[in-house]
């Protein structure tokens, strides 16, 4: 578990080793105790060695001959002792995109998709003895879990009509997905996840055209069915109309003719615009 300390100050071992010095040069210049001067050097060599600096955001993890003594998180000058390793990380938020990677959707189709991922440090000891290289763990487990999360949806519902969720539709919920298995995925590390998000998606070149054919011919289908539906409306409005105002009475052929022109003026694609046959009404 992760340990936080906070060694001695630093400004004050820093006179400590400035005294050293001085007294060992007083002992060179007069020539008195050589061998005291000289072990005050290397005793100063050796404190000045247990100096660092911790940096806003970063942090410092210390062992002791493989015996893992604590971190500190607190920015400042200090010292501890000196046969103590010391490892720096950083603690600032960073992110990166992942470039677009072929996954396969739910129904199998090969999708191109590229996220990015917002994410920090949480826990140092994680990070530094429970995975080997935690910057590398996290672009490796942010690929599989793309890949995870990839398989669960489609990429639209034209082949799947019942999938409320979709990767092109359901954005939010696609991206909480992603950043919820991610974040379980890096927690091993002590890695916080800030935020997941897919910044492209696209279907794969080998049938994106194929899927655009697809998806054109599937926009013009329903338009048409709005017209359809619409020019029905009207021509029951219009018949209701003229029924109830007494306007004209038609039999069932006259009705039958009328509906006929009526539903090609209004189905009609020309940018003209159609004028109702009405002579063929009074044959």
């Keep these: 578990?992760?340990?936080?300390?906070?060694?001695?100050?630093?400004?004050?071992?820093?006179l400590f080793v400035l005294g050293l010095i001085v007294f060992a040069v007083a002992l060179f210049i007069k020539q008195l105790l050589i061998l005291v001067g000289i072990l005050s050097v290397v005793t100063a060599l050796v404190c000045a060695a247990g100096f660092f600096i911790v940096e806003p955001n970063k942090a410092m993890v210390l062992l002791l001959f493989g015996d893992y003594k604590g971190s500190v998180k607190a920015n400042g000058f200090y010292w501890v002792n000196p046969f103590m390793t010391k490892k720096k990380i950083s603690l600032r938020v960073r992110n990166f995109e992942n470039k677009p990677v072929k996954v396969n959707d739910k129904i199998?189709?090969?999708?191109?998709?590229?996220?990015?991922?917002?994410?920090?440090?949480?826990?140092?000891f994680k990070a530094t003895f429970d995975v080997d290289d935690y910057e590398n763990f996290v672009h490796l487990q942010s690929d599989?879990?793309?890949?995870?999360?990839?398989?669960?949806?489609?990429?639209?519902?034209?082949?799947?009509?019942?999938?409320?969720?979709?990767?092109?539709?359901?954005?939010?919920?696609?991206?909480?997905?992603?950043?919820?298995?991610?974040?379980?995925?890096?927690?091993h590390a002590g890695i916080k996840v800030i935020e997941a998000r897919i910044s492209?998606?696209?279907?794969?070149?080998?049938i994106a055209s194929a899927m655009l054919q697809r998806q054109q011919a599937t926009a013009i289908v329903?338009?048409?069915?709005?017209?359809?539906?619409?020019?029905?409306?009207m021509v029951d409005m219009a018949l209701e109309d003229l029924k109830i105002k007494g306007i004209v009475d038609f039999d069932e052929e006259k009705k039958a003719v009328m509906v006929s022109n009526l539903m090609v003026v209004l189905c009609s694609d020309k940018s003209a615009s159609p004028v109702l046959n009405v002579g063929t009404l009074n044959q």
Excluded at 222 to 233: C, L, N, S, T
């Design 222 to 233: 329903a338009a048409r069915q709005k017209i359809v539906e619409g020019a029905v409306g």
């Design 200 to 206: 492209h998606l696209a279907y794969s070149s080998e």
């Design 108 to 124: 199998g189709n090969p999708v191109l998709i590229g996220t990015i991922v917002v994410w920090q440090v949480e826990d140092t």
């Design 144 to 187: 599989a879990a793309i890949r995870k999360m990839a398989g669960l949806y489609p990429y639209d519902n034209f082949e799947d009509e019942e999938a409320e969720i979709t990767l092109r539709s359901g954005v939010e919920d696609v991206n909480h997905s992603l950043e919820q298995e991610i974040s379980e995925r890096l927690h």
């Design 1 to 14: 578990m992760e340990k936080i300390i906070k060694p001695m100050s630093g400004y004050f071992m820093i």
